[in-house]
């Protein structure tokens, strides 16, 4: 893992039990301050010491290589290329690129194309250089020989659907290991205009928005039968689950969180024991108000026993990290267990992305350890 604070895991979750933030900076973007009448910097949490000076395809590559190199440079780490190993990767969709072109765009602009051909014109190349380099970057840098790969371009709920393929590879003996994380940045030059233009970032002027992020994570799946590469598991993956939900953060009908509660009630409910064990939930709260109005619909449906339980949010420590959101979840929980303060035997977490689709997964913590 690789965030604003720290460079691994350790350092990283460590930094956001304690409550440290490091939002520094946008470089060269600055926002009007009524109060003052002056401009003033933009925000964001970068992980400055990898990606200044990078965007696109570069900054991914940088925040992705050191969360890769964090899981498997360890001495456990076996590098011999006998495992079968796949890596399952949750990307951005494009969504707010997509809306801010689709905001801005007159007919002259793309005719005779139709909206949605000049859309995905413009989207592709970007697309096509994470399909086509990405990965042989990742591979060559780390020197995994991978048998699978799989991108899964879906923001938040990228992840669940990364575990729910990965656990099915590695029940059909396809697999002997699974890499499953996520890779996004919010604080890319190249976007932080049309973040600013949509009206999503947190400025003097629209407080009830969110501070872009970035960061990368990754876990390590084995079969529960398998003895595991770096000894005793760190906790098991369960009953990963993904919803469509056709109302999106532009869209004009209101969020109703019904999508995100049935989730996570679907995943709650595929637990052997009904998610008796769920003493903890982090979801994806970022200090923007419609995610807000949204979880809190998704709350007034779910049973009092979980909305209870104590809540993390991904967004107060990292910002808006994006497809990262879940991994770097898995990642706080997995710490939470081996450094005896999660107070739970079962972590939920969920998450929902803004083109729509909300998703759910659990974490339990060591004993019977694998994926299910």
Known sequence: MVSSLGPNAVSSCAAAR??????????????????????????????????????????MARLADAALQDLCTGPEWDRSGSARTGLFLALP???????????????????PLSLDEYVEAALGDGRRALLEQLVPLLAKRSGLRLLVTRLYFEDQTGAMSAVREAAENLR?????????????????????????????????????????????????????SAETTNGAALGTLEAPVTTEDPVHRFAEDPVTGSACADAVRRCQGRLPDQGKAT???????????????????????????????????????????????????????????????ANAEGVLVSASAYAGPSGALHVRAPGGAGVS
């Open 93 to 111: 969709s494009g969504y707010f690129e997509s809306s801010f072109l689709r905001a801005q765009a007159q007919p002259e602009d793309y005719e």
């Open 172 to 224: 059909s003996g396809k697999l002997d290991r699974c890499i499953v994380g996520g890779v996004d940045t919010l604080c890319d030059p190249a976007l932080i205009e049309p973040l600013l233009l949509l009206g999503m970032l947190k400025t003097p002027e629209s407080p009830a928005r969110f501070l872009p992020g970035e960061a990368a994570a990754f876990v390590l799946l084995e079969r529960a």
């Open 279 to 341: 003493g903890l939930l982090i979801t994806d709260l970022n200090g923007d108000e419609w995610k807000a109005r949204r979880w809190g619909h998704t709350l007034t449906v779910l049973p009092r026993e979980l909305v209870d339980v104590p809540h993390w949010y991904t967004g107060e420590s990292f910002g808006e990290i994006g497809a990262a959101t879940v991994p770097v979840a898995i990642c706080m929980a997995l710490r939470a267990f081996q450094r005896g303060y």
């Open 18 to 59: 304690a409550g440290v933030l490091r939002a520094t900076p946008l470089d060269e973007f600055l926002t009007y301050e009524p109060e003052s009448g002056e401009m003033v910097p933009v925000f964001g949490h970068q992980v400055r010491e990898l990606t200044l000076g990078f965007t696109g395809l570069g900054r």
